[in-house]
């Protein structure tokens, strides 16, 4: 079944989907800090810590949001797709994000994230059994293969690193967990889906990022420190997913997906204002032919 056809979103409106985009952008800008904040704290803390403190951080913000909006209990059949959540963008995602980065510069790591579009929509396609129109492979293959292109020439890297096989292992379950994500985000809020997704990993977090927690390794982390983990756990764990799940699900997975194609741009953005580097001319000529192939995929 093509994208186009209109009954896989019975009574969406444009203006819905524009205001999808809108969402999908806002998601991306927050998400395209989470390799530079967690390179950072790989000065700091072990990849695990990285990874299970930000899970707990975003738990903690999580609950009152839920007691407050008096949110019901997940239902039973839902809480297997929260589960699979949990494992690809709770543990999965952050955990192997956070080793790659041990190994990686932030501008190889990118490379390997600007994969990630391309298998959540592949991920869709699998678990939801819809099939792209072929144009929107087309497309969504060309951009992948654009900003991967742009990405190492960026970067300047040659060969493998050990973390690619960790950052490849991220983007495939990351992929899995938006797409689940998404799916769940037809049958409750999308940032209800996300508030369960941390909180109901609670049980599994919380012992383990006590068991590796070290003393010191929070009461000395500098102010940067607390910042970038900070960031981590309330932007990329939890709201940036509150604006990322709600897109998914109201403008399709495939669709909505190709709009992390700038993520890597954006990355750049952040490197150009924070760290003094230069923009050129020709990332801004690739950026526009991205921006061009996603406007393309949301045509079919």
Wanted: hydrophobic share 55%; glycine share 10%.
């Amino acid at each position: 079944m093509s994208l186009a056809t209109p009954a896989l979103h019975p009574g969406l409106q444009q203006p819905s989907q524009s205001a999808a985009y809108m969402l999908a952008l806002l998601a991306v800008a927050g998400f395209a800090m989470t390799l530079p904040a967690t390179k950072v704290l790989t000065e700091m803390l072990s990849a695990q810590q990285i990874g299970l403190y930000r899970a707990v951080i975003a738990a903690a913000a999580a609950l009152p949001l839920l007691w407050l909006a008096r949110a019901p209990w997940p239902k039973r059949q839902q809480l297997t797709g929260l589960a699979v959540v949990a494992a690809g963008n709770i543990f999965g995602f952050p955990l192997l994000t956070s080793v790659g980065m041990q190994y990686v510069p932030v501008s190889h790591g990118a490379v390997i994230i600007a994969a990630m579009p391309l298998a959540t929509a592949l991920a869709s396609a699998l678990l939801s059994g819809i099939r792209p129109a072929p144009r929107f492979w087309l497309y969504a293959s060309s951009g992948a293969v654009l900003v991967l292109g742009y990405s190492i020439w960026q970067s300047g890297a040659s060969g493998l690193y050990w973390g690619d096989l960790a950052l490849v292992g991220a983007v495939l379950l990351g992929a899995i967990g938006y797409a689940k994500g998404a799916e769940l985000s037809q049958q409750m809020p999308g940032w209800q889906v996300i508030c369960w997704v941390v909180v109901l990993s609670l049980p599994l977090s919380l012992p383990w990022s006590l068991l590796v927690y070290t003393p010191g390794s929070l009461s000395q982390l500098p102010e940067l420190g607390w910042a970038a983990l900070l960031y981590i756990g309330l932007v990329s764990s939890l709201f940036g997913f509150f604006a990322w799940n709600k897109a998914l699900a109201t403008g399709g997975v495939a669709r909505i997906s190709q709009v992390q194609l700038l993520q890597p741009f954006l990355t750049y953005a952040y490197s150009i204002v924070l760290l003094g580097e230069s923009w050129n001319s020709l990332t801004a000529g690739v950026c526009a032919l991205v921006i061009g192939l996603v406007w393309l995929s949301k045509r079919h």
